[in-house]
């Protein structure tokens, strides 16, 4: 049986603004560095922020196969609401609706 490893990275999306984050290699539970934060020009508090968790795994062949892993959507008064200023840690479910499964 083989371990079971991801090389995460996310897409934040807020209104026309799209942003990547660096990728953790190796990880299952990864936790992105803090210079990885990113800025949105907030126009109304209900938007929604949707983060997708993506893979960029090289696999076994050495190809590049990128796919997600989770996805969460949050509106902003959400993201205000549950971190009081919106800053901190917090852990969310992801969304696994979409996530292919197998090879």
């Known amino acids: 049986v083989r371990n079971f490893t991801s090389n995460p990275y996310c897409v934040l999306r807020l209104g026309g603004t799209s942003i ?15 210079e990885d ?3 949105f020009i907030v126009h109304n ?5 949707q983060v997708d968790v993506m893979d960029n795994d090289e696999g076994f062949l050495q190809r ?8 969460l959507r949050l509106s ?5 609401g549950l971190g009081g200023s919106g800053r901190g840690l917090q852990r969310y479910k992801l969304d696994t609706k979409e996530v292919k499964s197998g090879l």
């Open 64 to 71: 590049n196969f990128v796919g997600l892993l989770g996805r």
């Open 45 to 49: 508090r209900e938007q929604e922020l």
């Open 76 to 80: 902003v008064s959400q993201l205000l």
């Open 20 to 34: 990547k984050t660096s990728t953790v290699k190796n990880s299952t539970n990864p936790d992105w560095p803090e």
């Open 37 to 39: 934060a990113a800025y």
